[in-house]
Antibody
Framework: EVQLVESGGGLVQPGGSLRLSCAAS????????MHWVRQAPGKGLEYVSA????????YYANSVKGRFTISRDNSKNTLYLQMGSLRAEDMAVYYC?????????????WGQGTLVTVSS | EIVLTQSPGTLSLSPGERATLSCRAS???????LAWYQQKPGQAPRLLIY???SRATGIPDRFSGSGSGTDFTLTISRLEPEDFAVYYC??????????FGQGTKVEIK
């Protein structure tokens, strides 16, 4: 069974940093691209970042470019999102999701999400 | 960037009724790479439909997708109580595929 479990969310002050993790199991992690998608309270889905299966290609939404870094450790079956210079508008539930393949942008499995609260 | 516009914003229906949700793209979606996701309160989204009309694993056949080019439709033939949720469309034909629609909420009338 495919499982994605996010962790690392919490309360952070504006301008602060946080690292999210997504532990994957039930599939060959190194064979799939992975994504981060967020959802602000009461709002819709917003793409944040994507990474290819070997980590060689990364993509960022303009809203987070230069502040967030996506990475993965295929030996640990774990996806990461390093978030810096956090703003109030970054407050959201952050979901990790598995691609259908190498980087096809179809999200077949989702974690339950981790909440990031940005507030002083 | 392709912009996806979903309508209506909210659909108020009774169990057993038919639901028709629309997703319109600002430009043609490559090879019908259009997906639909369902999200219930407090839960993660779940893939329902991909390739405009193919059901994902385990999705009941009361859910169907259709369309091509710029106009796509998700139909729920007979609403079950568990179908009341928010539905999002997403295009994934052009890389990077950043775009989701803004969502349609299907609520109990």
């Amino acid at each position: 069974e495919v499982q994605l479990v996010e962790s690392g969310g919490g309360l952070v002050q504006p301008g602060g940093s946080l690292r999210l993790s997504c532990a994957a199991s039930g599939f060959t992690f190194s064979s799939y691209a992975m994504h981060w998608v967020r959802q602000a309270p009461g709002k819709g889905l917003e793409y944040v970042s994507a990474i290819s299966s070997n980590g060689g290609s990364t993509y960022y939404a303009n809203s987070v470019k230069g502040r967030f870094t996506i990475s993965r450790d295929n030996s640990k079956n774990t996806l990461y999102l390093q978030m810096g210079s956090l703003r109030a508008e970054d407050m959201a539930v952050y979901y990790c999701a598995r691609d259908v393949g190498f980087l096809e942008w179809l999200l077949t499995y989702w974690g339950q999400g981790t909440l990031v609260t940005v507030s002083s | 960037e392709i912009v996806l516009t979903q309508s209506p914003g909210t659909l108020s229906l009774s169990p057993g009724e038919r639901a028709t949700l629309s997703c319109r793209a600002s430009q043609s979606v490559s090879s019908s790479y259009l997906a639909w996701y369902q999200q219930k309160p407090g839960q993660a989204p779940r893939l329902l439909i991909y390739g405009a009309s193919s059901r994902a694993t385990g999705i009941p056949d009361r859910f169907s997708g259709s369309g091509s080019g710029t106009d796509f439709t998700l139909t729920i033939s007979r609403l079950e109580p568990e179908d009341f949720a928010v539905y999002y469309c997403q295009q994934y034909g052009s890389s990077p595929a950043w775009t989701f629609g803004q969502g349609t909420k299907v609520e109990i009338k």
